[in-house]
């Protein structure tokens, strides 16, 4: 088993580009969740879904767009990239039974120049 | 709201030296509490956890003890090893909203 798969590793994006992460998990986890990563801030959430076809924001979303169409994929949509943007972007997923239990993909690491 | 506030890093300890990292949380309700590490070019792991006070949560010599009374969950280990290098994040799930909060990370590096 894979667990949680991110793609692309790295990226370099300029300003006003759109790009799509990918983030696919055969845990058969109905939650999943994007986060990102600043230098000493800890993670923020950005969106999360508990199951295919329901989407929710969290701390951060703006600037940001998800869907859940399969239980495997939960991709995150950047629009009209930033500076600010730049950060490392992680998936998570978790189970029904074990909410509280999130298992993180490896990251992508993203510079919006 | 709910928060956790750690210690910050980075903290540099000689190996087989004890490890302590402070957390400390505010949350409404009975939070379950975690402890995550990230080692190099990773994701988070989790480490331990522990769901209800008095707890303690223990894996690959580290421990720590859920104190309500404290508003505690400090991670330690008696003797670190160069290997343990990396950042570790507390965190608490309170259920509502199937949500993590987390910690800022303790950076911790390990030296022979």
């Known amino acids: 088993n894979a667990g949680v798969t991110q793609t692309p590793k790295f990226r370099i994006l300029k300003i006003g580009q759109s790009m799509t992460l990918q983030c696919a998990q055969d845990m058969n986890h109905n939650y999943m969740y994007w986060y990102r990563q600043d230098p000493g801030m800890g993670l923020k959430l950005i969106y999360y879904?508990?199951?295919?076809?329901?989407?929710d924001k969290g701390e951060v979303p703006n600037g940001y767009n998800v869907s859940r169409s399969t239980t495997e994929d939960f991709p995150l949509r950047l629009e009209l990239a930033a500076p600010s943007q730049t950060s490392v972007y992680f998936c998570?997923?978790?189970?029904?039974?074990?909410?509280?239990?999130?298992?993180f993909g490896p990251g992508t690491r993203l510079t919006v120049l | 709201g709910n928060s956790v506030t750690q210690m910050e890093g980075p903290v540099t300890l000689s190996e087989e030296a004890f490890l302590t990292i402070n957390c400390t949380y505010t949350a409404t309700g009975y939070p379950s509490l975690f402890w995550y590490v990230q080692y190099p070019g990773e994701g988070l792991q989790l480490l331990l956890k522990a769901t209800k006070a008095d707890d303690k949560g223990s894996n690959k010599g580290f421990e720590a003890t859920y104190r309500k009374e404290t508003t505690s969950f400090h991670l330690e280990k008696g003797s670190v090893q160069v290997s343990d290098s990396a950042v570790y994040f507390c965190a608490l799930f309170t259920g509502g909203g199937n949500k993590l909060t987390f910690g800022t990370g303790t950076q911790l590096k390990v030296e022979l």
């Open positions: 879904s508990v199951g295919a076809g329901i989407t």
């Open positions: 998570a997923t978790s189970g029904s039974g074990s909410r509280n239990e999130q298992f």
